[in-house]
């Protein structure tokens, strides 16, 4: 060997050894001052008012963005956000809502804003889904699954500007949920300036993809199947938080603030890993320090790992069998009571759950105020089942499909297990069922075009409110939006929950809801099937990680201790 190529590749040796060390350095000074959180699947979008799913919400509502108001997440009680404080009037139908100041947008390589958050944005954003004559309405689809399957859009009169901080909400008639929809994860404040830019330069939609908001940390980057990047909010106005009165209210922000919501790292990586098991090693080797979804086969493993912490919570939650009731012979409830009791809901939940969820008899769980604990159930009673197809017409050997969610939600960690156990169950009964899965996306648009006989889904409560559970999944009004998986619309059904919206009294208002349990039972859209559990897994290094009861995950005050 000549000595000049010794000399080269001595060169060339020193150099890897230089760039190994260096990335290696570099990797360390990451993990010192970021967070990686290993998340299951791509977000639709980053605009929360677009989607319905979590991902999306994960990804994007409590990173970037702040709404007008929020959950507190231990009590779930409505505190102030951008709006510092709020009036109601005496007929239930003015808010008043006071804007809090010195609140700037985020400085991107893409927008830097000229301005701070004022009551402009409110209404832009606000007027954004409810309006269809709004320039933006359109942009991205012009859907807005949320406050569609609400109706709420329907309900708000005007959204005025009173000043430059000060924004009027005038409803058509009373709501006593409006507030708790206002602090869901969809409800978020855009940059009216950023949306004028973005108009005058013939590219709108970039709103939704290059997002801007108040939140916590900035977009930066994404690649999809690989990761997103975020970048800490320097100026984000929890860090310099201040009490603007001596309300209670007031001082439950303040805890808020502090405790969830200011960004002490400098970035934030979701590393979009879609299996859980790998999920799962990732967060035992230390390359991510947080992960979504652990699977039930999983929580045992992460229970005895030193290293790691098992966060769990009662889910507001409830997974369920629905039946696409727009189609034959699945109109017919006696069809539907038939399916219902040729399956062993006890059993679904041991296979499926591991002692992770509870019994559902209704779409409410048991931390919900309007929980009815005698509600009536379904019962495992294959003899009815073949007896009440028979008087259907239905002859031994029909055939329907079951779709399964191809994710993992914790309302159903595992929709193709239940379904292989339905499908198994529905056999005995003469009932032969086919099992439909696609990937996410397809799925969830097939779903909405009703293509399905009965599919295994369910839904996390946005807030705490019962309304949130009844109206999205059954309501008419919700079947255009896809929440309203059954398809069902039912004139008696819709009444109650308007009735229910006219009074703040709870007492009242459970007394409807019962009526509302009752009248599900008899008609049975869908088979309410388990509460599940939520849990968080996270390295013992992050500090002020909680459950979400509500909602997406929150990375704005979490430390990382080193």
């Known amino acids: ?19 190994a060390s260096c990335a290696k350095q570099n990797k360390q000074a990451f993990y010192n001052t970021g967070i990686i959180y290993c998340s299951e699947s791509n977000p639709v979008t980053f605009n929360p008012q677009l989607d319905t799913s979590s991902t999306t919400s994960d990804a994007s509502s409590h990173q970037l963005y702040d709404r007008l108001l929020d ?66 309405h359109y942009v991205s689809g012009g859907s807005y699954p949320y406050f569609e399957s609400i109706g709420l859009a329907q309900n708000i009169a005007s959204v005025e500007r009173v000043n430059g901080y000060r924004v009027e909400i005038t409803l058509k008639r009373r709501d006593s949920s409006f507030l708790a929809n206002l602090a869901t994860d969809f409800a978020v404040i855009l940059s009216q ?86 999920r799962l090693a990732k967060l035992m080797t230390g390359e991510c320090d947080a992960t979504a979804f652990p699977a039930q086969t999983e929580l045992e493993v992460i229970r005895t790992e ?45 296979a499926v759950y591991f002692d992770s969820a509870t019994r559902a008899k209704t779409l409410l769980p048991a931390a919900s105020w309007a929980f009815q604990n005698d509600a009536d159930d379904t019962a495992y009673n294959p003899v009815l089942a073949r007896k009440l197809l028979a008087d259907a017409g239905i002859a031994p050997g029909f055939s329907m499909t079951i779709w399964a969610m191809p994710v993992e939600r914790a309302y159903n960690p595992n929709a193709t297990k239940m379904a292989e156990l339905i499908q198994r169950y529905l056999r005995d009964v003469g009932v032969e069922a086919t099992i439909v899965s696609y990937d996410w996306a397809t799925f969830r648009r097939h779903l ?31 079947i255009p939006s896809g929440t309203n ?3 069902w619309c039912n004139d008696s059904y819709d009444k109650l929950l308007n009735e229910a919206l006219q009074t703040d009294d709870i007492d009242e208002r459970s007394a409807i809801y019962k009526q509302v349990n009752r009248l599900l039972y008899e008609r049975l859209p869908v088979v309410p099937i388990a509460h599940a559990y939520r849990y968080q897994a996270y390295r013992n290094e992050l500090e002020g990680m909680t459950i979400n009861p509500f909602g997406g995950v929150r990375f704005g005050g979490v430390e990382k201790a080193l």
């Not at 007929?91 to 609140?103: K, P, S």
């Not at 909010?233 to 929890?238: E, G, I, T, V």
């Not at 559970?469 to 919700?478: K, N, T, V």
Request: aromatic residues 12%; proline residues 6%.
């Open 448 to 478: 909405q075009e009703g293509l399905h006989d009965s599919v295994l889904i369910g839904w996390s409560a946005d807030n705490g409110d019962p309304d949130n559970f009844y109206r999205p999944l059954l309501s008419c009004g919700a």
């Open 485 to 487: 998986r059954a398809m």
């Open 71 to 136: 959950f507190d997440p231990d009590s779930g009680r409505i505190v102030p956000s951008l709006a510092s404080s709020w009036l109601v009037s005496d007929d239930g139908l003015t808010y008043a809502f006071q804007l809090r100041r010195d609140v700037w947008f985020h400085t991107t390589r893409y927008f830097e804003p000229s301005r701070n958050f004022n009551a402009d944005d409110v209404i832009f954003s606000i007027d954004r889904w409810r309006l269809n004559s709004h320039p933006y």
């Open 1 to 19: 060997m000549s000595h000049g190529l010794v000399k080269r590749l001595s060169l060339c040796l020193c150099t890897a050894l230089l760039v």
């Open 193 to 278: 300036e950023y949306a004028e830019k973005l108009a005058q330069a013939g590219t709108p939609s970039k709103i939704d993809q290059l997002p801007i908001g108040t939140g916590p940390f900035k977009f930066e980057s994404y690649r999809k199947d690989h990761f997103i990047k975020y970048l800490r909010h320097d100026n984000y106005w929890r860090t310099q938080a201040r009490e603007e009165n001596g309300s209670d209210i007031a001082s439950a922000q303040q805890n808020l603030s502090e405790a969830q919501n200011k960004p002490e790292v400098e970035q934030l990586i979701f590393d979009i890993t879609p299996r859980s098991s790998l």
């Open 306 to 350: 030193d290293d790691l912490t098992l966060a769990e919570k009662p889910g507001l939650n409830v997974g369920f069998w629905a039946f696409n009731t727009q189609r034959p012979p699945f109109d017919n409830p006696d069809v539907r009571r038939a399916l219902a009791a040729a399956i062993d809901k006890n059993t679904l939940l041991e």
